[in-house]
């Protein structure tokens, strides 16, 4: 029933919480910035040219103090324990006022600056490595449709797209993060804790700034582990149900795919942030200039594969039907915006 499904779902956001920085590790793909993004902001990057920042070592800037983490969220404990619990801990964090908004106003001469004071003003500002999910009805608050009908699917958040594929991910990556998921269901999965919490955020962390640096160390609720030994640990768990899959299905291709990542597990070179950085150096640009010119590669390779006439017109129906709908959602609106707003950010 939706009760036992839930509950695992709740069991594999714990364990994926513990481990997801060994996705980090393998898919990060953001190991430099433009220095425009920092401009005038305190950092602690280093240079690498004149227009790019680095870490010599890092994995996925954006997963760390320059996009997924933040101090009005550093303090925050949401509960992965069970449905209750963790509509319980989001609740609050959705209907505490933070002093730091509260400095900033909410509607200062007629014009809003966010939606309201709140630690977190909607539940997608939280940060997280995964989100339990159900799909919502209109005018419904995530939340709201969680506590009714409980989760039904989970989002993963911490993968970059692979600047290096055409479509940013591929069938290896894809086949990887499914038994990924699927250890993280299976095994066994103890309640999280706030220290607990506070410890997987400090793992990540130290993946994403330093994560290929040589030893690199990572902590546990009892002791540090090196990380090199504990991602050793995790594709040995996760083999037997590669082997599952492959037996299934007559192939051999989650196997090749948990083969692919213990490769970048024993190079660190191998892994797409290692292989940005690479680039950058041998052909001297910066990273404005990598990013365009893997743009222009994909986009020629889209040139070179179009959609079948009958897809195009598929996708272009689908276009037109969106457009549609948004014409006649609009069209309908009885209400202002404040009025609205209001209505929304009130829990039924």
């Known amino acids: 029933g939706q009760d036992f499904q839930t509950d695992a779902y709740f069991g594999l956001i714990r364990n994926f919480r513990r481990h997801s ?6 898919f990060g793909a953001s190991p430099a910035i433009c220095k425009s993004f920092v401009k005038d902001q305190p950092h602690r990057l280093e240079v690498f040219d004149e227009g790019s920042l680095y870490l010599p070592h890092g994995t996925a800037l954006r997963m760390g103090r320059l996009g ?5 969220q550093a303090e925050l404990h949401i509960s992965y324990n069970s449905l209750d619990e963790y509509a319980d801990s989001m609740h609050e ?6 002093p730091g908004y509260e400095e900033i106003g909410v509607k200062v001469d007629g014009k809003y600056r966010q939606l309201n004071t709140s630690l977190l003003q909607i539940e997608n500002e939280f940060y997280g490595t995964i989100r339990p999910k159900r799909p919502i009805r209109s ?3 995530p939340l709201t449709a969680l506590r009714s009908r409980g989760v039904e699917y989970v989002e993963v958040r911490c993968l970059d797209l692979n600047p290096f594929l055409p479509a940013g991910i591929d069938g290896i990556e894809a086949r990887f993060v499914n038994l990924f998921l699927l250890y993280c269901l299976l095994a066994e999965s103890p ?9 997987m955020g400090s793992n990540q962390l ?3 700034e330093r994560g290929r640096q040589p030893g690199q160390m990572l902590e546990t609720m009892n002791w540090p582990v090196a990380m090199q030994d504990w991602a050793e640990r995790l594709l040995a768990g996760i083999r037997p149900l590669a082997n599952l899959l492959d ?10 795919s948990l083969d692919q990542q213990a490769l970048k597990l024993a190079d660190p070179a191998l892994t797409p942030s290692a292989r940005v950085l690479d680039i950058m150096r041998t052909q001297q640009i910066p990273y404005f200039r990598f990013v365009m010119n893997q743009s222009i590669a994909h986009k020629g390779y889209f040139d070179e594969h179009p959609l079948r006439d009958r897809a195009l017109e598929d996708y272009q129906k689908i276009a037109r039907d969106s457009l549609r709908r948004q014409q006649e959602v609009e069209a309908a609106d009885d209400v202002d ?12």
């Open 21 to 26: 920085w060994l996705l980090i590790y393998l």
């Open 68 to 72: 997924s983490q933040s101090d009005a």
């Open 93 to 98: 964090a959705l209907t505490r006022s933070y």
């Open 139 to 141: 005018g419904e608050r």
């Open 191 to 199: 309640e999280d804790s706030r220290e607990e919490s506070a410890v």
């Open 206 to 208: 130290a993946v994403v």
């Open 247 to 256: 037996e299934l299905h007559g192939n051999d291709l989650s196997s090749y």
């Open 337 to 348: 915006f404040d009025t609205f707003l209001e209505g929304y950010l009130a829990f039924k």
